[in-house]
T-cell receptor, first 112, second 109 residues
Framework: DTGVSQDPRHKITKRGQNVTFRCDPI?????LYWYRQTLGQGPEFLTY????????KSRLLSDRFSAERPKGSFSTLEIQRTEQGDSAMYLC??????????FGAGSRLTVL | GESVGLHLPTLSVQEGDNSIINCAYS??????FIWYKQESGKGPQFIID?????DKRQGQRVTVLLNKTVKHLSLQIAATQPGDSAVYFC????????FGKGTKLSVKP
């Protein structure tokens, strides 16, 4: 297992465009999390899944954001009508039960 | 609201010296804390954790101390090496991990 994989690593888009990020967690992990990290700050929780069920969403996750984990394996995070304030690193993490989170390397979004 | 934070944004130490990174938390009900290390361009990497029924836990070259009386957490790194240069975050488990802002550790050769 190569750990948590995220794709793409970098995305530059124009304001108003839609973007989608993909996360492949560690295969036996049933929980998957999305965090957002801006420069100089710690990661901020966005949402998490247990298997295919989305169990919690932060108030940071506006209506323009949607996350899915259709088969309980990989997950996608889509941002519609991107704004410059969406520029950040989007981190995915996974764990089994309540064990320590293992993070991916992140997907860096730049909105021009 | 409840938050986790760090006292110092940056810390510079000489190679071989010990490093101490501090963290203050405000949720007295928190029962689990984690330290993560984040190198440039990478995701956070687990270093060590501690539960609230302990006041000290040791790993390889790292020690975490928990003082519940003053709601303070620290990470001690022994014999700091250049490879230890990174941003260090404490995180508090409130169902989901709540991270502080981080301390950037720089190691001078």
């Amino acid at each position: 297992d190569t750990g948590v994989s995220q794709d793409p690593r970098h995305k530059i888009t124009k304001r108003g465009q839609n973007v989608t990020f993909r996360c492949d967690p560690i295969s036996e992990h049933n929980r998957l999390y999305w965090y957002r990290q801006t420069l100089g700050q710690g990661p901020e929780f966005l949402t998490y899944f247990q298997n295919e069920a989305q169990l919690e969403k932060s108030r940071l996750l506006s209506d323009r954001f949607s996350a899915e984990r259709p088969k309980g394996s990989f997950s996608t995070l889509e941002i519609q009508r991107t704004e410059q304030g969406d520029s950040a690193m989007y981190l995915c993490a996974s764990n089994l039960g309540a064990n320590v989170l293992t993070f991916g390397a992140g997907s860096r979004l730049t909105v021009l | 609201g409840e938050s986790v934070g760090l006292h110092l944004p940056t810390l510079s130490v000489q190679e071989g010296d010990n490093s101490i990174i501090n963290c203050a938390y405000s949720n007295s009900a928190s029962d689990y804390f984690i330290w993560y290390k984040q190198e440039s361009g990478k995701g956070p990497q687990f270093i060590i954790d501690i539960r609230s029924n302990m006041d000290k836990r040791q790993g390889q070259r790292v020690t975490v101390l928990l003082n519940k009386t003053v709601k303070h957490l620290s990470l001690q790194i022994a014999a700091t090496q250049p490879g230890d240069s990174a941003v260090y975050f404490c995180a508090e488990n409130q169902g989901n991990l709540i991270f502080g802002k981080g301390t950037k550790l720089s190691v001078k050769p």
